[in-house]
Nanobody
Framework: QVMLVESGGGLVQAGGSLRLSCAAS????????MGWFRQAPGKEREFVTA???????YYADSLKGRFTISRDNAKNTLYLQMNSLKPEDTAVYYC????????????????WGQGTQVTVSS
Protein backbone atom coordinates (compact mmCIF):
# COMPACT_ATOMS: atom_id res chain seq x y z
CA GLN A 1 0.00 0.00 0.00
CA VAL A 2 1.47 3.32 -1.08
CA MET A 3 0.87 6.32 1.15
CA LEU A 4 1.27 9.86 -0.14
CA VAL A 5 1.48 13.04 1.91
CA GLU A 6 1.50 16.46 0.25
CA SER A 7 2.89 19.62 1.76
CA GLY A 8 3.84 23.13 0.71
CA GLY A 9 0.48 24.64 -0.11
CA GLY A 10 -0.61 28.04 1.14
CA LEU A 11 -1.67 31.55 0.26
CA VAL A 12 0.36 33.45 -2.31
CA GLN A 13 -0.15 36.62 -4.32
CA ALA A 14 -0.60 36.48 -8.07
CA GLY A 15 2.78 36.26 -9.76
CA GLY A 16 4.31 34.43 -6.85
CA SER A 17 5.69 30.91 -6.55
CA LEU A 18 5.12 27.82 -4.47
CA ARG A 19 6.80 24.46 -4.30
CA LEU A 20 4.70 21.46 -3.40
CA SER A 21 6.17 18.23 -2.12
CA CYS A 22 4.71 14.75 -1.95
CA ALA A 23 6.38 12.22 0.34
CA ALA A 24 5.75 8.60 -0.58
CA SER A 25 6.02 5.52 1.58
CA UNK A 26 5.00 1.87 1.50
CA UNK A 27 6.15 1.12 -2.01
CA UNK A 28 9.10 1.26 -4.36
CA UNK A 29 8.92 4.90 -5.33
CA UNK A 30 11.18 4.58 -8.35
CA UNK A 31 8.80 2.04 -9.88
CA UNK A 32 5.81 4.38 -9.75
CA UNK A 33 4.39 6.81 -12.24
CA MET A 34 3.57 9.98 -10.35
CA GLY A 35 1.19 12.80 -11.07
CA TRP A 36 -0.21 16.05 -9.78
CA PHE A 37 -3.88 16.85 -10.16
CA ARG A 38 -5.97 19.71 -8.88
CA GLN A 39 -9.58 20.38 -8.06
CA ALA A 40 -11.18 23.78 -7.73
CA PRO A 41 -14.53 24.28 -5.97
CA GLY A 42 -17.40 23.11 -8.15
CA LYS A 43 -15.08 21.66 -10.77
CA GLU A 44 -13.85 18.21 -11.67
CA ARG A 45 -10.41 17.02 -10.75
CA GLU A 46 -8.04 17.88 -13.57
CA PHE A 47 -4.62 16.78 -14.72
CA VAL A 48 -1.73 19.13 -14.01
CA THR A 49 1.44 17.17 -14.72
CA ALA A 50 2.96 13.70 -14.49
CA UNK A 51 6.36 12.07 -14.49
CA UNK A 52 7.33 8.56 -15.49
CA UNK A 53 9.66 6.14 -13.76
CA UNK A 54 12.42 7.34 -16.09
CA UNK A 55 11.55 11.02 -15.50
CA UNK A 56 9.74 11.69 -18.75
CA UNK A 57 7.40 14.57 -18.02
CA TYR A 58 3.93 15.48 -19.21
CA TYR A 59 2.05 18.74 -18.70
CA ALA A 60 -1.40 20.13 -19.23
CA ASP A 61 -1.04 22.44 -22.22
CA SER A 62 -2.31 25.45 -20.31
CA LEU A 63 0.37 25.07 -17.64
CA LYS A 64 3.47 24.48 -19.71
CA GLY A 65 6.24 26.90 -18.90
CA ARG A 66 4.91 27.83 -15.45
CA PHE A 67 4.87 24.50 -13.63
CA THR A 68 7.70 21.98 -13.31
CA ILE A 69 7.43 18.45 -11.97
CA SER A 70 10.42 16.55 -10.64
CA ARG A 71 11.17 13.54 -8.49
CA ASP A 72 13.92 12.51 -6.13
CA ASN A 73 13.94 8.73 -5.93
CA ALA A 74 16.56 8.74 -3.18
CA LYS A 75 14.17 10.75 -0.99
CA ASN A 76 10.95 9.09 -2.19
CA THR A 77 9.63 12.56 -2.93
CA LEU A 78 7.76 14.21 -5.77
CA TYR A 79 7.85 17.97 -6.33
CA LEU A 80 5.81 20.57 -8.14
CA GLN A 81 7.39 23.96 -8.68
CA MET A 82 4.73 26.51 -9.55
CA ASN A 83 5.76 29.93 -10.85
CA SER A 84 3.84 32.97 -12.07
CA LEU A 85 0.80 31.81 -10.20
CA LYS A 86 -2.62 33.12 -11.19
CA PRO A 87 -5.89 33.30 -9.24
CA GLU A 88 -7.27 30.57 -11.50
CA ASP A 89 -4.60 28.21 -10.14
CA THR A 90 -6.44 28.24 -6.82
CA ALA A 91 -7.39 24.65 -6.01
CA VAL A 92 -6.63 21.66 -3.85
CA TYR A 93 -3.59 19.96 -5.33
CA TYR A 94 -3.31 16.20 -5.11
CA CYS A 95 -0.38 13.88 -5.56
CA UNK A 96 -1.16 10.51 -7.12
CA UNK A 97 0.69 7.32 -7.99
CA UNK A 98 0.21 4.30 -10.18
CA UNK A 99 2.18 1.33 -11.30
CA UNK A 100 2.79 1.02 -14.99
CA UNK A 101 2.53 3.57 -17.76
CA UNK A 102 2.21 7.26 -17.02
CA UNK A 103 -1.18 8.65 -17.90
CA UNK A 104 -3.13 11.87 -17.52
CA UNK A 105 -6.46 10.41 -16.38
CA UNK A 106 -7.25 10.66 -12.67
CA UNK A 107 -9.15 7.37 -12.85
CA UNK A 108 -5.95 5.54 -13.79
CA UNK A 109 -4.23 6.38 -10.53
CA UNK A 110 -4.48 3.98 -7.63
CA UNK A 111 -3.04 5.97 -4.76
CA TRP A 112 -3.83 9.51 -3.68
CA GLY A 113 -2.69 11.96 -1.06
CA GLN A 114 -5.06 14.01 1.06
CA GLY A 115 -4.41 17.17 -0.93
CA THR A 116 -2.94 20.55 -0.12
CA GLN A 117 -4.72 23.86 -0.61
CA VAL A 118 -3.20 26.47 -2.89
CA THR A 119 -4.83 29.88 -2.88
CA VAL A 120 -3.67 32.64 -5.19
CA SER A 121 -4.90 36.13 -4.40
CA SER A 122 -5.25 38.83 -7.02
Amino acid sequence: QVMLVESGGGLVQAGGSLRLSCAASGGTFSSLSMGWFRQAPGKEREFVTAISQTSNTYYADSLKGRFTISRDNAKNTLYLQMNSLKPEDTAVYYCAARRGLTTTRPSDYDYWGQGTQVTVSS
